[in-house]
């Protein structure tokens, strides 16, 4: 092949490689276009995703932000009586919320919940949203609905009696409100907030502290829906001791027992009968049985007379033995047992105003010594001391309390008083312990025991991490009425892992320097019992956690030997402290091995004292760093 020949060939082999080549860039080009166009695509509907997620974002956050600030309004129109308003608040809080769970309820919300990481923060989001929603649509509307068809003025008690239907009726809508929104505050609590965003970790936080702080107020709500038409004898009526505590002697759950009678509750209407005393009742022999464990602790008297029935602490131990004698006394089965003592007997009196001793024959008795007119400001001091300073027959002094509880709760039963300052003297009462209710139905009780006023030291009404510092009246005599006591805690650090905490108690004698013949002997005992006349004799209980250990105690900085025991496998500290007029004593309990992680709290005996001037803040120790 010449050159000529081979040039001519090469260069044709080019042209058909440059053809070859064209060819293929030609088919190429529409593929890079395809990917170009699917890459901008996705950056398009990504750019478009993003946009719609962040504008339901927008909408759940202003609409639960809108339906957090109808919160104050609703509570305002509740708490003034305007039903009208508070249902229009609810109608708006459930558009708000509705709004927010359908922008939660998107499908891309959705897909964007699964995202790895960011997923958490979505359905953080929904949840709250769709919570929010149920809480506004199963708990405030139903709860709205039932406000606004029950008058709870007529709920307190009248001459006529009280209409329970409504409240009855109003029981299954409270319940199931109660339920919603605990269920919804479960939900809430199960999410771990650690991971999530601050702008979701804020409002969870937000909505979990909101939710909790109602959920128990709406299941004792819903309990008391159920309860109080039952216990208010709307079904048949009902027959209760009544217990008047007197805190001048001192017993663990308030004060002697010294006045009884019989309460009814007849659809509504309230009514005292069979007034007694536990003088009257005398002496049980044999004595009642009582819980072994506690008769270890305060002796068989707690059987045997009806004034020391409450050397426990356990008001239903208390209730269940003074059934019992009562029942073998008078031959009357009882439905159960309500306390109360006379500074909460007071608070009742501040809302129904002064009430007036219409019984000639008690005036006759007292001889114009004792005012025939009752307030909120003199009971305390007429029932607690005056009494004894101006009748020395404990016959009298009975008749004479007997006379002022069945005008306080005639006045109660007439209706005298707002339903909203009553309800509150009431709370105060319970809040303070000076108010217990026992029932000797199983069920009812059961549902009782959930709650303080119940009196229990064991079960669910009494928390993890409570000490409790209770008072016994040693010296026989009333002189309790002139013993004033604190009690606080300290925390200390902890021990080999487990908690400390001492309890220090400091008591003081405020009676008169001339108290053993300035005051009457039925106040000071006048040494009947061993104690000198003016001083003040007062056995010291001490309970702690469950588990715990009382591992020393001291008076006045001295090391001294105490009555150690147990009760439900609570550690109990007992020591007698007596004190002359104006003498101070400080008595400390040092607990150990207390494994409650909770912070500490303690319930006292209810004295003539204010509680919170009895009960003192905590103190911590500060511990540094735990190595």
């Not at 007197?246 to 009884?260: D, K, M, S, W, Y």
């Not at 009562?326 to 031959?331: A, H, I, N, R, S």
């Not at 309990?589 to 803040?617: A, N, R, Y």
Request: hydrophobic share 40%; glycine share 8%.
């Amino acid at each position: 092949m010449t050159e000529i020949q081979r040039s001519e060939k090469d260069q044709g082999e080019a042209k058909a490689r440059g053809v070859r080549k064209t060819a293929l860039a030609g088919k190429d080009r529409p593929r890079l276009w395809t990917i170009g166009i699917c890459v901008a695509a996705l950056f398009v509907i990504g750019g478009i995703t993003t946009l719609w997620l962040g504008a339901k974002a927008a909408t759940i956050k202003s609409e639960l932000e809108a339906s957090t600030q109808l919160i104050p309004e609703l509570k305002e129109s509740v708490l003034q009586n305007r039903p009208a308003d508070a249902s229009s608040i609810a109608d708006q809080l459930q558009h708000h919320t509705s709004t927010a769970r359908e922008a939660a309820s998107d499908p891309l919300w959705s897909l964007a919940s699964a995202l790895p990481w960011l997923g958490a923060n979505f359905s953080a989001a929904t949840e709250i949203a769709r919570s929010a929603d149920d809480v506004a649509t199963q708990g405030v509307a139903p709860l709205v609905k039932v406000y606004d068809s029950v008058n709870w003025d007529k709920l307190v008690p009248s001459a006529s009696g009280t209409n329970l239907e409504p409240l009855r009726k109003a029981a299954p809508a409270v319940t199931s409100a109660a339920h919603a929104v605990r269920a919804s505050s479960e939900r809430l609590n199960a999410i771990d907030n650690g991971s999530l965003i601050p702008q979701i970790a804020a409002p969870l936080k937000q909505a979990q502290e909101q939710l909790s702080s109602v959920v128990d107020e709406l299941d004792s709500a819903a309990d008391a829906a159920s309860l109080a038409p039952v216990m208010l004898g709307a079904d048949q009526t009902r027959h209760y001791l009544l217990l008047v505590q007197n805190n001048a002697e001192a017993r663990a759950t308030g004060g002697i027992p010294g006045a009884l009678a019989v309460l009814t509750a007849d659809k509504g209407k309230l009514s005292l009968t069979a007034e007694s005393s536990a003088t009257a009742l005398g002496r049980f022999d044999p004595p009642v049985p009582v819980d072994e464990e506690q008769q270890r602790i305060y002796s068989t008297r707690m059987g045997m007379f009806m004034q020391d029935v409450n050397f426990t602490p356990d008001f239903p131990t208390a209730a269940t033995t003074a059934l019992k004698m009562w029942e073998q006394k008078k031959g009357e089965h009882l439905d159960g047992a309500i306390s109360i003592d006379p500074v909460a007997l007071g608070y009742i009196l501040d809302a129904t105003g002064p009430i007036s001793l219409h019984d000639p024959q008690l005036a006759a008795l007292t001889a114009g010594k004792l005012p025939n007119q009752l307030s909120g400001k003199n009971v305390v001091k007429t029932l607690l001391s005056d009494v004894y300073a101006q009748i020395e027959d404990p016959k009298v002094q009975d008749v004479y309390f007997a006379a002022v509880a069945k005008e306080i709760f005639g006045a109660l039963s007439s209706g005298k008083g707002e339903a909203k300052s009553l309800l509150a003297g009431v709370g105060k009462g319970v809040d303070e312990h000076r108010v217990l209710l026992w029932s000797s139905d199983a069920n009812e009780q059961s549902v009782l025991g959930k709650y303080p006023f119940s009196g229990s030291i064991s079960g669910p009404s009494v928390p993890a991490a409570q000490f409790g510092a209770y008072f016994n009246d040693g010296t026989g005599a009333k002189m309790d009425y002139y013993v004033k006591s604190t009690v606080q805690l300290f925390t200390q650090c902890p021990v080999a892992g487990y908690g400390t905490v001492k309890m220090r108690i400091t008591s003081t004698n405020t009676a008169p320097t001339d108290a053993a013949t300035s005051l009457p002997s039925y106040v000071t005992g006048a040494g009947a019992y061993g104690v000198p006349a003016g001083t003040a004799q007062t056995n010291l209980i001490a309970y702690g956690p469950a588990q715990s250990q009382i591992e020393t105690a001291t008076q006045d900085g001295n090391n001294v030997p105490f009555g150690a025991g147990q009760h439900d496998n609570r550690p109990v500290g007992t020591l007698s402290v007596r004190l002359a007029p104006g003498q101070s004593s400080v008595v400390e309990f040092t607990f150990g091995k207390i494994v409650q992680q909770g912070q500490p709290e303690v319930v006292v005996t209810p004295s003539v004292e204010s509680m919170d001037k009895v009960i003192l803040q905590t103190q911590s120790e500060s511990c540094g760093a735990v190595k």
